[in-house]
């Protein structure tokens, strides 16, 4: 009934639910009903307009989203809406390319490479082409491939256009990437939109097939396409040149709420909407349905503070509701008590329950301290578009390198980290490895200190492997010596290479994986710290108490389903929060440098970009919003002292309920920590020196390898025997 399905929008919403025949852009802020308009005009093409549904694609920004909004629509107008195409421009793309392979010389049964693929793939390229993977990693490489691709740019293109050293180097990366990519019938994320394009712009056949089937596409979220995506939205409407006349089109979004720059999204595709579809019709929305007046104005004044924006008139009927909650806690550990004492007054006193919780953060490695606190307290909880902190598989690879330190009888652990980071160790060697093992009956650990016995073992393979082995051998001293876990730690993401390898991609993904080693560094420390204050016998932690305490916090057991307790409170980074809503949400680490992301300081644009992330992140509150920052947050072990994020000084006052001290910096510093200094100098030995270590006592220099941070020497310790130690972290004093 036409009636029912437009009895519950406003006017504006309903002028763009009948809207018909030209091309219409809704445009509006947070929470003004621009998902539902979509989702209502879907229902009502079918319901009013006999639009089958098979003449419908819809794009949404994730594939959550999409099957949301199917549910809708089949709530509205019945099962039939389940044979309508909603979803993500890459799912959609899928589909088309799956029917149209052969056209573009691909296998039906194209393969999809990962991220993860695609970089191996370009490693092998690299090789090939003889690039210097320390001027150009493969993560590099296909950053800036990817950066070609999302503005529909060719290798052919990119090699004609390529005019410095880099550029060229890039150009002919891709250039044999994508043969490789050809041969092998596989195709990567962008070549998903970027081949679907070039389907549609080479065969006019393939174009008027689509065009005659789909009649309207809507697309959510457009503030947040790229060049490709916005071209593939044109080819796939058409301009009626075939005899079919275009699509109808109609895209919703909000140009405050881009905040996908970094993966080349381009907000002029709304601003310029206008002026791409000449007949084109925009509608404002200006009622806010979601949030309360105060959230709504205190959103509203940071955004505010963007340059080059048109004002917006944004209300809501909701009532002014309660003040926006800023609170300053003196670290990380304080701020996620106060999440938790909060929810448990919300739940026990207000009427809430766990479901109606969200938690955001600007960056992934935050969720470790509420994760912790979570756990402790029992609150169920769940972590969005990202893995728990101990599920992280650079969380994995770090433990796995404690724990075959640990326990060399670990032959999983061990050969977990054979391999990783790459050492050209293959699996052919650790075959021949693991049948000496088994063999001899002997651990695979064992049979990595009898590797002369392996006679099957290329050269190569022996020496990668005898160094591998080696370097588990000075880990075991040191933990043998007394080191505690976090110089362990340390020492094992330094040496082994794991972190240089991170730190020297390009690819945004491993900048995260880097913070979430700091971030196990950081906890590492809190444990023994925690342990000395616990241990008034003045025992120490070690590497193994360490390990054990983490297995029980990592055990996913533990943690409580909670159906039975009104859901679960959920985590998620602020980037995954767009688009949806929750009664109540906490925005934790409010600190210049952390939100807005240090980053982002050198450049207007970011910080923009940032204050839109302010924004979309407050936007989802509907009842209650918390911002916390914390005065001191610890990375690598070392607290930062951050200011607090300018983006709270731009709430005005009067909505603020502040809470919590400022506590002084000085009463915080000091941290009485036994781990070494990252940027000490490391002590020169010369065979023959004699030393004194904190636990093996006396000692003569057998022999010295490296320098500087590398330096490893062969200490003779008369009664404990010969040691090699890593001199950066060995507690050895020079006599
Ligand atoms: P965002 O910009 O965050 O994506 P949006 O503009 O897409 O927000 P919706 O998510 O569609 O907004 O709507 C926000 C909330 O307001 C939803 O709970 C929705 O059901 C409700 N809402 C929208 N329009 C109306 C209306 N006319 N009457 C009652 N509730 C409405
Ligand atoms: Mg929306």
Redesign the pocket.
Known sequence: MPSQLLD???EP?RQAVVHSGTPLLVV??????????LTCRIAYLMAERNVAPTEILAITFTNKAANEMKERVAHMVGPKARSMWVSTFHSACVRILRNEAKRLNLKPSFTIYDTQDSVRMLFLVSKDLGIDPKSYSPKYLLGQISNLKNELIDYEDAISKAVTAQEQTVAQAYGEYQRRLMLASAVDFDDLIGHTVALLQAFPDVAEHYHRRFRHVLV??YQDTNHAQYILIRELVGTGKDGMPPAELCV?G?AD?SIYAFRGANIRNIVEFERDYSTAQTVV?E????STQNILTSANSVIEKNSGRPAKRLWTAEGSGEKIVIYTANDEHHEADFIVTNIADLIDNHGYDYKDVAIFYRTNNQSRSVEEVFIRRGVPYKVVGGTRFYERKEIKDALAYLRAVSNPEDDVSVRRILNTPRRGIGDKAEEAVEGFARREKITFSAALNRLSEIHTLPTRSATALTEFNRLLGNLRTLDESGAGPSAILAAAMEASGYLKELTASKDPQDEVRVENIAELENVTREYEEQFVEDNESGDVATLSNFLERVSLVADSDQIPTGAEHGGVVTLMTLHTA????FPVVFLTGMEDGVFPHQRAFGSATELEEERRLAY?GM??AMKRLFLSRAVARSTWGQPNYNPESRFLSEIPAELVDRQGEEPSPLGLAGSGSRAPKRDEPVMALEVGDRVLHDKFGMGTVLSVIGQNEKAEATIDFKSAGEKRLLLRYAPVEKL
């Open positions: 519950d929008l406003n919403q509006a802020g947070a929470g003004s009903g621009k998902t539902r308009v959510d979220e919703v909000d709420q929305l009622q806010n349905y979601r767009k688009g949806l809503e979309v936007t989802r």
